[in-house]
Protein backbone atom coordinates (compact mmCIF):
# COMPACT_ATOMS: atom_id res chain seq x y z
CA UNK A 1 0.00 0.00 0.00
CA UNK A 2 1.29 3.58 -0.80
CA UNK A 3 2.53 6.20 2.14
CA UNK A 4 -0.42 8.25 0.37
CA UNK A 5 -3.18 5.92 0.10
CA UNK A 6 -2.23 4.89 3.77
CA UNK A 7 -2.73 8.06 5.09
CA UNK A 8 -6.24 9.05 2.78
CA UNK A 9 -7.38 6.17 4.22
CA UNK A 10 -6.78 7.42 7.70
CA UNK A 11 -8.40 10.56 6.88
CA UNK A 12 -11.25 9.38 5.99
CA UNK A 13 -11.47 6.26 8.43
CA UNK A 14 -10.78 7.55 11.55
CA UNK A 15 -14.14 7.59 13.20
CA UNK A 16 -14.33 4.46 12.47
CA UNK A 17 -17.30 4.40 10.01
CA UNK A 18 -17.56 2.55 6.69
CA UNK A 19 -18.34 5.40 3.82
CA UNK A 20 -21.53 3.18 2.86
CA UNK A 21 -22.91 4.13 6.11
CA UNK A 22 -21.81 7.96 6.48
CA UNK A 23 -23.53 7.87 3.12
CA UNK A 24 -26.62 6.39 4.14
CA UNK A 25 -26.70 8.64 7.51
CA UNK A 26 -26.52 11.66 5.34
CA UNK A 27 -29.14 10.61 2.67
CA UNK A 28 -32.54 12.70 2.19
CA UNK A 29 -34.82 10.59 -0.68
CA UNK A 30 -37.87 12.85 -1.38
CA UNK A 31 -39.08 10.39 -4.28
CA UNK A 32 -38.22 7.18 -5.35
CA UNK A 33 -40.33 5.27 -8.41
CA UNK A 34 -41.29 1.73 -7.10
CA UNK A 35 -38.73 -0.54 -7.86
CA UNK A 36 -41.10 -2.60 -10.28
CA UNK A 37 -40.30 -3.99 -13.81
CA UNK A 38 -42.75 -0.81 -15.40
CA UNK A 39 -41.01 1.75 -13.69
CA UNK A 40 -37.69 3.39 -14.53
CA UNK A 41 -35.47 3.71 -11.62
CA UNK A 42 -35.71 6.72 -10.85
CA UNK A 43 -34.89 9.24 -7.54
CA UNK A 44 -35.16 12.52 -6.28
CA UNK A 45 -33.15 13.30 -3.16
CA UNK A 46 -31.11 16.26 -2.23
CA UNK A 47 -27.46 16.16 -3.93
CA UNK A 48 -25.64 18.95 -2.48
CA UNK A 49 -24.58 19.55 1.04
CA UNK A 50 -23.54 21.99 3.15
CA UNK A 51 -20.87 21.03 4.93
CA UNK A 52 -19.84 22.67 8.23
CA UNK A 53 -17.57 21.61 10.94
CA UNK A 54 -20.41 19.04 11.81
CA UNK A 55 -19.99 15.63 10.37
CA UNK A 56 -22.42 14.14 7.92
CA UNK A 57 -23.33 11.01 10.44
CA UNK A 58 -24.52 13.73 13.10
CA UNK A 59 -27.99 15.06 14.08
CA UNK A 60 -26.85 18.56 13.27
CA UNK A 61 -25.80 17.87 10.34
CA UNK A 62 -29.31 17.02 9.26
CA UNK A 63 -30.61 20.13 11.04
CA UNK A 64 -27.98 22.41 9.12
CA UNK A 65 -28.92 20.66 5.76
CA UNK A 66 -32.87 20.20 6.15
CA UNK A 67 -35.02 19.23 3.50
CA UNK A 68 -36.31 21.20 0.74
CA UNK A 69 -34.06 23.91 1.95
CA UNK A 70 -31.34 25.35 -0.49
CA UNK A 71 -28.00 26.95 0.29
CA UNK A 72 -25.72 28.71 -2.40
CA UNK A 73 -23.17 26.45 -3.35
CA UNK A 74 -19.52 26.67 -1.51
CA UNK A 75 -16.63 27.55 -3.92
CA UNK A 76 -14.21 24.32 -3.05
CA UNK A 77 -10.38 24.96 -4.33
CA UNK A 78 -9.15 21.80 -5.53
CA UNK A 79 -6.33 19.99 -3.69
CA UNK A 80 -4.39 17.73 -4.94
CA UNK A 81 -2.75 16.30 -2.28
CA UNK A 82 -3.60 16.18 0.55
CA UNK A 83 -1.49 16.78 3.39
CA UNK A 84 -2.77 17.91 6.46
CA UNK A 85 -3.74 15.31 8.87
CA UNK A 86 -4.74 14.57 12.71
CA UNK A 87 -1.92 15.64 14.49
CA UNK A 88 0.27 17.15 12.73
CA UNK A 89 1.89 20.44 14.08
CA UNK A 90 1.05 23.52 11.89
CA UNK A 91 1.81 27.13 11.51
CA UNK A 92 -1.21 29.68 11.65
CA UNK A 93 -0.60 32.45 9.00
CA UNK A 94 -3.81 34.58 9.94
CA UNK A 95 -6.19 35.97 12.80
CA UNK A 96 -5.32 36.72 16.21
CA UNK A 97 -2.86 33.40 16.77
CA UNK A 98 -0.81 34.45 13.84
CA UNK A 99 2.75 32.54 14.07
CA UNK A 100 1.68 30.42 16.59
CA UNK A 101 2.15 26.50 16.08
CA UNK A 102 -0.49 23.97 17.43
CA UNK A 103 -1.79 20.35 16.42
CA UNK A 104 -4.27 19.50 14.21
CA UNK A 105 -7.33 17.69 16.06
CA UNK A 106 -9.90 17.33 13.30
CA UNK A 107 -10.07 17.53 9.39
CA UNK A 108 -12.76 18.25 7.22
CA UNK A 109 -11.66 17.95 3.51
CA UNK A 110 -15.32 18.71 2.25
CA UNK A 111 -14.18 22.48 2.82
CA UNK A 112 -10.74 22.48 2.77
CA UNK A 113 -10.40 23.18 6.43
CA UNK A 114 -8.77 21.54 9.88
CA UNK A 115 -9.37 22.42 12.96
CA UNK A 116 -6.77 23.06 15.32
CA UNK A 117 -6.25 22.62 19.03
CA UNK A 118 -6.59 25.59 21.26
CA UNK A 119 -5.62 28.22 18.46
CA UNK A 120 -8.33 30.54 16.18
CA UNK A 121 -10.72 30.44 18.78
CA UNK A 122 -14.13 32.52 19.95
CA UNK A 123 -16.11 32.44 22.60
CA UNK A 124 -20.07 30.91 21.98
CA UNK A 125 -22.75 31.78 24.36
CA UNK A 126 -25.61 28.78 24.45
CA UNK A 127 -28.94 28.53 25.92
CA UNK A 128 -29.25 32.22 27.01
CA UNK A 129 -33.14 33.20 28.17
CA UNK A 130 -34.41 36.03 29.91
CA UNK A 131 -32.90 34.98 33.72
CA UNK A 132 -30.15 32.81 32.63
CA UNK A 133 -27.58 34.50 30.73
CA UNK A 134 -26.50 31.30 29.09
CA UNK A 135 -22.75 29.49 29.56
CA UNK A 136 -20.00 30.56 27.43
CA UNK A 137 -18.31 27.43 25.68
CA UNK A 138 -14.59 28.13 23.95
CA UNK A 139 -14.73 27.06 20.50
CA UNK A 140 -12.24 26.47 18.10
CA UNK A 141 -12.82 28.10 14.19
CA UNK A 142 -11.91 26.29 11.10
CA UNK A 143 -8.86 27.11 8.99
CA UNK A 144 -8.05 26.77 5.22
CA UNK A 145 -5.37 24.49 4.43
CA UNK A 146 -4.49 26.81 1.45
CA UNK A 147 -4.04 30.06 2.61
CA UNK A 148 -4.20 30.23 6.62
CA UNK A 149 -1.72 27.60 7.84
CA UNK A 150 1.52 26.03 6.96
CA UNK A 151 3.47 22.75 7.84
CA UNK A 152 5.70 23.04 10.47
CA UNK A 153 9.43 20.86 10.06
CA UNK A 154 10.19 18.53 12.95
CA UNK A 155 13.29 18.78 12.78
CA UNK A 156 13.74 22.78 13.45
CA UNK A 157 10.03 23.77 14.32
CA UNK A 158 9.63 26.74 11.56
CA UNK A 159 7.13 26.62 8.99
CA UNK A 160 8.02 25.23 5.74
CA UNK A 161 7.63 24.57 2.03
CA UNK A 162 6.77 21.25 1.39
CA UNK A 163 6.61 18.58 -1.72
CA UNK A 164 5.43 14.73 -2.04
CA UNK A 165 7.52 12.17 -3.38
CA UNK A 166 8.10 8.37 -3.90
CA UNK A 167 10.13 6.05 -2.24
CA UNK A 168 12.02 2.88 -4.03
CA UNK A 169 9.77 0.38 -1.84
CA UNK A 170 6.89 2.73 -2.80
CA UNK A 171 4.38 -0.76 -2.94
CA UNK A 172 5.03 -2.36 0.42
CA UNK A 173 1.72 -3.90 1.32
CA UNK A 174 0.63 -4.38 5.14
CA UNK A 175 -0.68 -7.91 5.89
CA UNK A 176 -1.94 -9.65 8.96
CA UNK A 177 -2.50 -13.21 9.75
CA UNK A 178 -1.54 -16.55 8.70
CA UNK A 179 -1.39 -17.71 5.16
CA UNK A 180 -3.83 -20.33 5.13
CA UNK A 181 -5.07 -20.62 1.64
CA UNK A 182 -3.20 -22.88 -0.94
CA UNK A 183 -3.91 -22.61 -4.58
CA UNK A 184 -5.86 -26.08 -5.77
CA UNK A 185 -7.67 -26.77 -8.84
CA UNK A 186 -11.16 -26.95 -7.67
CA UNK A 187 -13.53 -24.37 -7.33
CA UNK A 188 -14.57 -22.71 -3.70
CA UNK A 189 -17.47 -25.01 -4.13
CA UNK A 190 -15.69 -28.77 -5.02
CA UNK A 191 -13.40 -27.71 -2.40
CA UNK A 192 -15.96 -27.33 0.22
CA UNK A 193 -17.72 -30.51 -0.21
CA UNK A 194 -14.34 -32.46 -0.18
CA UNK A 195 -13.72 -30.77 3.28
CA UNK A 196 -17.09 -32.15 4.13
CA UNK A 197 -17.09 -35.20 2.49
CA UNK A 198 -19.83 -35.05 0.03
CA UNK A 199 -19.50 -36.92 -3.13
CA UNK A 200 -21.52 -35.95 -6.52
CA UNK A 201 -21.53 -38.50 -8.91
CA UNK A 202 -24.17 -37.73 -10.80
CA UNK A 203 -23.85 -35.67 -14.29
CA UNK A 204 -25.93 -32.90 -14.59
CA UNK A 205 -28.08 -32.99 -17.64
CA UNK A 206 -26.84 -30.55 -21.09
CA UNK A 207 -28.39 -27.38 -20.96
CA UNK A 208 -28.23 -23.81 -22.82
CA UNK A 209 -28.01 -20.41 -21.79
CA UNK A 210 -29.50 -17.88 -23.22
CA UNK B 1 -41.81 -8.05 27.52
CA UNK B 2 -43.21 -10.27 29.51
CA UNK B 3 -41.51 -12.40 32.06
CA UNK B 4 -40.90 -15.46 30.33
CA UNK B 5 -38.83 -13.92 27.29
CA UNK B 6 -37.00 -12.37 30.27
CA UNK B 7 -36.18 -15.39 32.06
CA UNK B 8 -35.04 -16.64 28.34
CA UNK B 9 -32.44 -14.02 28.14
CA UNK B 10 -31.28 -14.50 31.66
CA UNK B 11 -30.80 -17.69 30.54
CA UNK B 12 -28.89 -17.00 27.31
CA UNK B 13 -26.92 -14.41 28.87
CA UNK B 14 -25.67 -17.41 31.51
CA UNK B 15 -24.97 -19.75 28.28
CA UNK B 16 -23.65 -17.59 25.55
CA UNK B 17 -20.53 -18.21 24.70
CA UNK B 18 -18.49 -14.83 23.21
CA UNK B 19 -17.66 -16.73 20.14
CA UNK B 20 -19.16 -14.96 17.01
CA UNK B 21 -18.30 -11.46 18.63
CA UNK B 22 -14.98 -12.07 18.93
CA UNK B 23 -14.31 -13.44 15.57
CA UNK B 24 -15.88 -10.38 14.09
CA UNK B 25 -13.70 -8.20 16.16
CA UNK B 26 -10.30 -10.15 16.32
CA UNK B 27 -9.94 -12.39 13.54
CA UNK B 28 -6.49 -13.82 14.51
CA UNK B 29 -5.94 -15.81 17.03
CA UNK B 30 -9.60 -16.84 16.91
CA UNK B 31 -9.39 -18.12 13.30
CA UNK B 32 -5.27 -19.75 14.78
CA UNK B 33 -7.06 -21.97 17.60
CA UNK B 34 -10.17 -23.26 14.91
CA UNK B 35 -7.67 -24.30 12.53
CA UNK B 36 -5.77 -25.87 14.91
CA UNK B 37 -8.61 -27.44 16.67
CA UNK B 38 -9.72 -28.70 12.96
CA UNK B 39 -6.39 -30.46 12.15
CA UNK B 40 -5.22 -32.13 15.19
CA UNK B 41 -6.79 -35.58 15.33
CA UNK B 42 -8.38 -37.85 12.91
CA UNK B 43 -10.94 -38.96 15.50
CA UNK B 44 -12.52 -35.46 15.80
CA UNK B 45 -14.07 -36.33 11.99
CA UNK B 46 -15.87 -38.86 13.75
CA UNK B 47 -17.30 -37.07 16.10
CA UNK B 48 -20.14 -34.97 15.09
CA UNK B 49 -20.61 -31.12 16.90
CA UNK B 50 -22.98 -28.38 15.81
CA UNK B 51 -22.92 -24.71 17.84
CA UNK B 52 -25.04 -24.33 20.68
CA UNK B 53 -28.23 -23.23 19.78
CA UNK B 54 -30.20 -20.76 21.51
CA UNK B 55 -33.19 -20.93 19.62
CA UNK B 56 -35.20 -17.77 18.24
CA UNK B 57 -33.20 -15.88 21.01
CA UNK B 58 -29.93 -16.27 18.71
CA UNK B 59 -31.82 -13.16 16.00
CA UNK B 60 -31.48 -10.73 19.23
CA UNK B 61 -28.32 -8.95 20.62
CA UNK B 62 -26.60 -10.05 23.77
CA UNK B 63 -28.88 -8.59 26.64
CA UNK B 64 -26.05 -6.27 27.80
CA UNK B 65 -25.83 -4.50 24.64
CA UNK B 66 -29.61 -3.76 24.55
CA UNK B 67 -29.53 -0.38 26.73
CA UNK B 68 -26.17 0.74 25.83
CA UNK B 69 -25.77 3.75 23.31
CA UNK B 70 -22.70 2.19 21.01
CA UNK B 71 -20.95 -0.75 21.07
CA UNK B 72 -17.48 -1.03 19.93
CA UNK B 73 -16.61 -3.12 17.11
CA UNK B 74 -13.86 -3.63 14.58
CA UNK B 75 -13.86 -2.52 11.31
CA UNK B 76 -14.50 -4.36 8.18
CA UNK B 77 -12.66 -7.54 6.78
CA UNK B 78 -10.96 -6.46 4.03
CA UNK B 79 -10.32 -7.99 0.57
CA UNK B 80 -6.59 -8.53 1.01
CA UNK B 81 -6.77 -10.56 4.45
CA UNK B 82 -9.54 -12.69 3.03
CA UNK B 83 -7.20 -13.83 0.22
CA UNK B 84 -5.03 -15.38 2.23
CA UNK B 85 -7.62 -17.60 4.01
CA UNK B 86 -8.28 -20.91 3.09
CA UNK B 87 -11.96 -22.17 1.44
CA UNK B 88 -13.14 -23.66 4.36
CA UNK B 89 -12.42 -20.84 6.69
CA UNK B 90 -14.09 -18.36 4.29
CA UNK B 91 -17.18 -20.61 4.29
CA UNK B 92 -17.03 -20.58 7.98
CA UNK B 93 -16.84 -17.16 8.28
CA UNK B 94 -19.68 -16.53 5.56
CA UNK B 95 -22.46 -18.18 8.07
CA UNK B 96 -20.78 -16.29 11.00
CA UNK B 97 -21.37 -13.11 9.10
CA UNK B 98 -24.68 -14.42 8.16
CA UNK B 99 -25.71 -14.45 11.48
CA UNK B 100 -25.00 -11.55 12.52
CA UNK B 101 -26.19 -10.12 9.62
CA UNK B 102 -29.75 -11.56 10.49
CA UNK B 103 -29.54 -10.54 14.33
CA UNK B 104 -28.43 -7.01 13.36
CA UNK B 105 -31.83 -6.61 10.93
CA UNK B 106 -33.80 -8.50 13.29
CA UNK B 107 -32.24 -5.57 16.18
CA UNK B 108 -33.43 -2.71 13.88
CA UNK B 109 -36.20 -3.97 13.28
CA UNK B 110 -37.30 -4.56 17.24
CA UNK B 111 -35.64 -1.04 18.03
CA UNK B 112 -37.66 0.95 15.45
CA UNK B 113 -40.89 -1.14 16.54
CA UNK B 114 -40.15 -0.39 20.38
CA UNK B 115 -39.27 3.55 19.78
CA UNK B 116 -35.62 2.65 20.55
CA UNK B 117 -32.08 3.78 19.09
CA UNK B 118 -30.69 1.16 17.41
CA UNK B 119 -26.51 0.96 18.95
CA UNK B 120 -23.96 1.59 16.50
CA UNK B 121 -25.94 1.53 12.88
CA UNK B 122 -22.71 1.33 11.34
CA UNK B 123 -22.24 -2.53 12.15
CA UNK B 124 -24.98 -3.37 9.60
CA UNK B 125 -22.64 -1.81 6.99
CA UNK B 126 -19.66 -3.08 8.17
CA UNK B 127 -20.91 -6.55 8.15
CA UNK B 128 -22.58 -6.27 4.78
CA UNK B 129 -19.05 -4.91 3.81
CA UNK B 130 -17.14 -8.11 4.71
CA UNK B 131 -19.98 -10.52 2.68
CA UNK B 132 -19.48 -8.48 -0.46
CA UNK B 133 -15.33 -8.91 -0.21
CA UNK B 134 -15.49 -12.67 0.90
CA UNK B 135 -17.69 -13.04 -2.31
CA UNK B 136 -15.74 -10.95 -4.23
CA UNK B 137 -12.59 -13.28 -3.35
CA UNK B 138 -14.50 -16.82 -4.05
CA UNK B 139 -15.15 -15.03 -7.47
CA UNK B 140 -12.27 -14.72 -8.00
CA UNK B 141 -10.83 -18.20 -6.89
CA UNK B 142 -13.68 -19.66 -9.36
CA UNK B 143 -13.35 -18.33 -12.01
CA UNK B 144 -9.37 -18.87 -12.26
CA UNK B 145 -10.07 -22.28 -12.15
CA UNK B 146 -12.64 -21.85 -14.81
CA UNK B 147 -10.78 -20.14 -17.12
CA UNK B 148 -7.68 -22.29 -16.62
CA UNK B 149 -10.21 -25.28 -17.25
CA UNK B 150 -12.29 -24.12 -20.07
CA UNK B 151 -11.28 -20.80 -21.09
CA UNK B 152 -14.52 -19.15 -19.69
CA UNK B 153 -15.02 -17.51 -16.50
CA UNK B 154 -17.95 -19.56 -15.45
CA UNK B 155 -20.30 -16.73 -14.60
CA UNK B 156 -23.69 -16.11 -15.96
CA UNK B 157 -23.48 -14.89 -19.11
CA UNK B 158 -24.74 -11.22 -19.68
CA UNK B 159 -24.85 -8.78 -22.35
CA UNK B 160 -26.33 -5.47 -23.66
CA UNK B 161 -29.59 -5.75 -25.29
CA UNK B 162 -32.24 -3.06 -26.49
CA UNK B 163 -35.88 -3.35 -24.62
CA UNK B 164 -39.57 -2.18 -25.91
CA UNK B 165 -38.28 1.71 -25.38
CA UNK B 166 -35.02 1.57 -27.69
CA UNK B 167 -32.66 2.08 -24.33
CA UNK B 168 -30.06 -0.48 -23.76
CA UNK B 169 -30.40 -2.81 -20.68
CA UNK B 170 -28.98 -5.49 -19.16
CA UNK B 171 -29.82 -9.21 -19.77
CA UNK B 172 -28.40 -11.58 -17.83
CA UNK B 173 -29.15 -14.88 -18.99
CA UNK B 174 -30.88 -18.26 -17.87
CA UNK B 175 -30.13 -21.90 -17.82
CA UNK B 176 -32.87 -23.71 -20.36
CA UNK B 177 -33.06 -27.54 -20.78
CA UNK B 178 -33.91 -26.66 -24.45
CA UNK B 179 -31.86 -25.24 -27.31
CA UNK B 180 -33.29 -21.71 -27.77
CA UNK B 181 -34.49 -22.73 -31.54
CA UNK B 182 -36.90 -25.09 -29.69
CA UNK B 183 -38.25 -22.96 -26.77
CA UNK B 184 -40.71 -21.73 -28.52
CA UNK B 185 -42.40 -20.06 -25.51
CA UNK B 186 -38.74 -17.97 -24.62
CA UNK B 187 -39.16 -16.92 -28.19
CA UNK B 188 -42.35 -15.51 -28.18
CA UNK B 189 -41.49 -14.02 -24.62
CA UNK B 190 -38.47 -12.25 -26.42
CA UNK B 191 -39.87 -11.39 -29.16
CA UNK B 192 -39.29 -7.60 -28.15
CA UNK B 193 -38.57 -5.12 -31.04
CA UNK B 194 -38.59 -1.46 -31.46
CA UNK B 195 -39.89 1.22 -33.71
CA UNK B 196 -42.74 3.23 -34.34
CA UNK B 197 -43.21 6.75 -34.26
CA UNK B 198 -43.80 6.89 -30.53
CA UNK B 199 -40.78 5.16 -29.67
CA UNK B 200 -38.65 7.26 -32.01
CA UNK B 201 -40.48 10.42 -30.73
CA UNK B 202 -38.86 8.96 -27.30
CA UNK B 203 -35.57 8.18 -28.04
CA UNK B 204 -35.46 12.01 -29.69
CA UNK B 205 -36.38 13.72 -26.71
CA UNK B 206 -34.51 11.00 -24.51
CA UNK B 207 -31.76 11.78 -25.90
CA UNK B 208 -31.90 15.33 -25.46
CA UNK B 209 -32.12 15.16 -22.32
CA UNK B 210 -29.05 13.24 -21.96
CA UNK B 211 -27.36 15.91 -23.97
CA UNK B 212 -28.67 18.44 -21.84
CA UNK B 213 -27.18 16.71 -18.84
CA UNK B 214 -23.85 16.63 -20.35
CA UNK B 215 -24.24 20.51 -21.86
CA UNK B 216 -24.47 21.25 -18.20
CA UNK B 217 -21.75 19.24 -16.50
CA UNK B 218 -19.56 21.29 -18.70
CA UNK B 219 -21.05 24.65 -18.17
CA UNK B 220 -20.92 23.59 -14.72
CA UNK B 221 -17.05 23.07 -14.55
CA UNK B 222 -16.57 25.98 -16.86
CA UNK B 223 -17.80 28.18 -14.57
CA UNK B 224 -16.16 26.70 -11.69
CA UNK B 225 -12.68 27.37 -13.11
CA UNK B 226 -13.67 30.96 -14.05
CA UNK B 227 -14.80 31.54 -9.98
CA UNK B 228 -11.81 30.09 -8.65
CA UNK B 229 -10.01 31.75 -11.05
CA UNK B 230 -11.23 35.10 -10.03
CA UNK B 231 -10.66 34.66 -6.48
CA UNK B 232 -7.03 33.19 -6.44
CA UNK B 233 -5.43 34.19 -9.82
CA UNK B 234 -2.40 32.74 -9.02
CA UNK B 235 -3.84 29.43 -8.39
CA UNK B 236 -1.71 26.71 -10.19
CA UNK B 237 -2.71 25.98 -13.42
CA UNK B 238 -1.52 22.27 -13.90
CA UNK B 239 -4.21 21.15 -11.01
CA UNK B 240 -6.40 22.94 -12.69
CA UNK B 241 -5.71 21.61 -15.87
CA UNK B 242 -5.93 17.88 -14.45
CA UNK B 243 -8.92 18.71 -12.23
CA UNK B 244 -11.17 19.54 -14.94
CA UNK B 245 -9.70 17.93 -18.10
CA UNK B 246 -12.49 18.78 -20.51
CA UNK B 247 -12.15 22.74 -19.82
CA UNK B 248 -10.22 24.94 -22.17
CA UNK B 249 -8.00 26.97 -19.41
CA UNK B 250 -5.93 29.33 -20.99
CA UNK B 251 -8.92 30.53 -22.90
CA UNK B 252 -10.81 31.29 -20.21
CA UNK B 253 -7.79 32.71 -17.72
CA UNK B 254 -8.86 36.06 -20.32
CA UNK B 255 -12.72 35.44 -20.13
CA UNK B 256 -13.92 38.54 -18.21
CA UNK B 257 -15.64 36.71 -15.61
CA UNK B 258 -12.42 34.91 -14.38
CA UNK B 259 -11.15 38.55 -13.74
CA UNK B 260 -11.11 40.41 -9.95
CA UNK B 261 -12.85 42.84 -8.35
CA UNK B 262 -9.68 44.90 -8.22
CA UNK B 263 -7.42 47.27 -10.29
CA UNK B 264 -4.57 44.67 -12.03
CA UNK B 265 -0.81 46.29 -10.70
CA UNK B 266 0.66 47.04 -14.47
CA UNK B 267 4.21 47.80 -14.69
CA UNK B 268 5.58 46.19 -11.45
Given at each position: ?R???F????????S????????R???????????EKN????????????Y??????????????????M???V??E????????????????????K?K???????I??R?????E?????????GA???F???I?K???P????????L???????????E?R????????????????????S????????E???K?????A???W? | ????L?K??N????VR?????S??????????A?????????H???????????????F??D??????????????W?????R?????EL??????????????L??E?E?N??????P??????????SM????K???E??????LL?T??????P????N?A????V??K????????????K??K??????G????NR??????????????K????S?N???M????N???????L???F????????????????????????
Amino acid sequence: MRITQFLASKLKNFSNLPKEYIERSRKQVYWQTPREKNYLPRTVERKRFRYTTNRPWTGQFRQQNMPATMRRKVLIEPVEDWSFFRGDRIEVLVGKDKGKQGIVTQVIPERNWVIVEGLNWHYRRVGAEKEFPGIIIKSEAPLHVLNDIRLVDPSDLLGTEFEWRFTEEGEKRLLWGEITFQPKLSTFEMDIMEEMGIKEERTPAKSYWY
Amino acid sequence: MSTILKKCFNLAKTVRTATITSLLTAPKQQWQALSAAASQTPHAQMMHTSPMRHGLMEFFDDPKHWSENDIKVGRAWRTDELRIKSNKELHQLWFILLKERNMLLTMEHECNDKMEIFPSPERIDKVKISMDNLEKVVRERNTAYHLLETGETGERPQKRVNNAFGLQVNYKSCEHVLPPFMNLKWIKSRNIGFGGRAVNRFLLKYREQLYNAKRKAKNRSRNEVMMILRRNPNFDLEVLRRKFPDVDIDKLRSADKARGHYVPKVGV
